[in-house]
């Protein structure tokens, strides 16, 4: 039954040709919908620009660019500006875009939103980023197409040069205005390290050495002045106690014997007076005094009883010898005086280089920290300065225009074909639709057709073979009409192809080089 039931090659041959007219005239419908489309339908050409990302002509080991933006942003930046509206308007004005009749009360809006449809960059990808964009427009008129996609070039070169160099410049002002910032801040540290090395003079690290080897000095200086001081001290008592031995002191100055006796009682008097209002008589040192009075009392009555009976005349000799006594006494006391003042101001030498060598830690905590505030700012200076030197060759760069710049490789041409309508795309479409709707009739027809067609559907349908099959046998005007249909239908298929062949040409040489051909061969 499978086999019985089984659609052959020429069962679809005769189906084909049974209902050839489901095929003739929705094909021929067709292709004249195609051609009609192709002929009526806006055309719209494309005219494009290739630009090729060249990398900066000057190695970058000797010089860095200062424009470190990333390509692709700067692509999409320079594509904003361009895109803005007063770009777009000075186009429109330039070009003078939608000037048709239809289009002159279109709202800039809705011309500025048209135009920007008609703009499309397209970018191509290397490995390590964008090696070359393109830049498209469409648009009715093919002259007018390339001008513009020329002029949107021209626009993103000189802008890429002048975001570049605008770049370039604002970062050598940045880094001026911070060299400056940094230069005053270097004077101020400057002028405070001055101030305060000035103000702290004598105190400093490096003057340590210089304060200790001054401060032995004194010391040495000090220790010699203290012996010259003992050594005239013992001379004024040496002095003394032979001058008080020899006699008491006269209006002429000589010291007579016994006065320094009584001088000593009326002294242990009066300390024996002080020690009675602190103390009881009982006091070991009240009884001690006690003592030493009675007996210093009794050896002066003693002594007084004695010169009496002895009285000799004062010589003259040892009075003269007292008065040169007494003149050594003042010259060793001024003596003194002079090593008491010597000493005097050792001590405050001293204590005053004393006072430097301790404050010298200090100090030099203190001048570590401003000279550690000094050293940063100066290496951020001379950094700021490299760089600042670095930029202005790079600024210089930029303005030669030897840095990464955009190169045009194929500028935009006059387009000989539309890229709307896609020709290829409505040919087949229409090839499609014709053949697609002829043959979806005929397979319905042939689904709701029960009739019987072949044999075979008779063995099928009775279960009885078929032995013989008569043909049909037609009549004079049934002959004439099949011959009329089959005319008619060479005629129809002739049609057909001749449709699909115009279309063809037109798909495969444009309408315009048709239509001038066509024009050049009627004039003729």
């Not at 630009?51 to 080991?61: H, T």
């Not at 361009?82 to 279109?106: A, C, G, H, V, Y």
């Not at 397209?122 to 830049?135: H, K, Q």
């Not at 210089?210 to 010259?228: A, F, G, K, V």
Request: overall charge positive.
């Amino acid at each position: 039954m499978a086999e019985a039931l089984a659609i052959k090659p020429e069962d679809i041959i005769r189906i084909v040709l049974k209902r050839r007219w489901y095929i003739f005239i929705p094909f021929i419908i067709a292709m004249i919908a195609g051609i009609y489309l192709s002929l009526t339908l806006p055309r719209v050409f494309s005219a494009g620009t290739l630009i090729f990302v060249q990398p900066q002509k000057v190695p970058a080991s000797f010089v860095r660019s200062l424009v470190s933006t990333d390509i692709n942003s700067r692509i999409s930046t320079i594509s904003k500006q361009i895109l803005s509206r007063t770009n777009l308007e000075k186009i429109i004005k330039e070009f003078n875009l939608f000037s048709d009749p239809e289009q002159q009360d279109m709202f800039m809006e809705d011309k500025i939103e048209a135009l920007t449809k008609q703009i499309k960059v397209n970018v191509t990808r290397a490995g390590r980023g964008i090696e070359a964009f393109s830049i498209s427009f469409k648009g009715s008129e093919p002259e007018r197409v390339m001008r513009i996609a020329n002029t949107l070039t021209s626009y993103f070169i000189d802008e890429n040069l002048k975001v570049r160099e605008a770049q370039a410049i604002g970062t050598s002002d940045f880094l001026e205005d911070e060299l400056e910032t940094m230069r005053k801040r270097l004077e101020y540290v400057e002028e405070a390290l001055r101030n305060y090395r000035k103000k702290f003079m004598g105190e400093l690290p490096e003057q340590l050495e210089t304060n200790l080897r001054i401060l032995d000095r004194i010391q040495e200086q000090l220790s010699s002045r203290m012996n010259s001081l003992r050594d005239a001290k013992n001379s004024l008592a040496a002095f003394e106690s032979r001058t008080a031995s020899e006699g008491i002191r006269t209006s002429d100055g000589v010291v007579l014997p016994g006065t320094v006796s009584h001088e000593n009682l009326n002294r242990l008097k009066n300390q024996l007076a002080n020690l009675k209002a602190g103390y009881t008589d009982r006091h070991p040192d009240v009884v001690k005094l006690k003592n030493k009075i009675k007996d210093l009392e009794a050896g002066l009555k003693e002594k007084a009883g004695k010169e009496k009976t002895d009285a000799v005349p004062a010589d003259d000799s040892r009075v003269v010898i007292n008065r040169e006594n007494m003149l050594q006494i003042r010259e060793v006391k001024r003596e003194i005086k002079m090593v008491e003042d010597d000493i005097a101001k050792l001590k405050a030498q001293s204590k005053y280089y004393q006072e430097r060598v301790e404050a010298t830690p200090k100090r030099e905590q203190e001048l570590m920290t401003l000279r550690r505030d000094y050293n940063n700012i100066q290496e951020s200076y001379s950094s700021l300065l490299n760089r600042k030197l670095e930029a202005e060759i790079a600024v210089n760069m930029e303005k030669k225009q030897k840095g990464e710049q955009f190169r045009i490789i194929d500028p935009a041409r006059l387009p000989q074909k539309p890229v709307s309508p896609d020709m290829k795309k409505l040919f087949l479409f229409s090839i499609a639709a014709g053949l697609g709707i002829g043959g979806g009739i005929i397979f319905l027809l042939e689904y709701f057709d029960t009739s019987i067609k072949r044999p075979e559907d008779v063995e099928l349908l009775c279960g009885l073979p078929v032995i013989a099959a008569m043909p049909s046998i037609y009549s004079t005007k049934q002959k004439v009409l099949k011959k009329i249909n089959l005319t008619v239908s060479i005629i129809f298929g002739i049609i057909s192809l001749a449709l699909l062949a115009v279309f063809a040409v037109l798909t495969m040489k444009g309408v315009e080089p048709v239509y001038e051909f066509v024009k050049k061969y009627v004039n003729i």
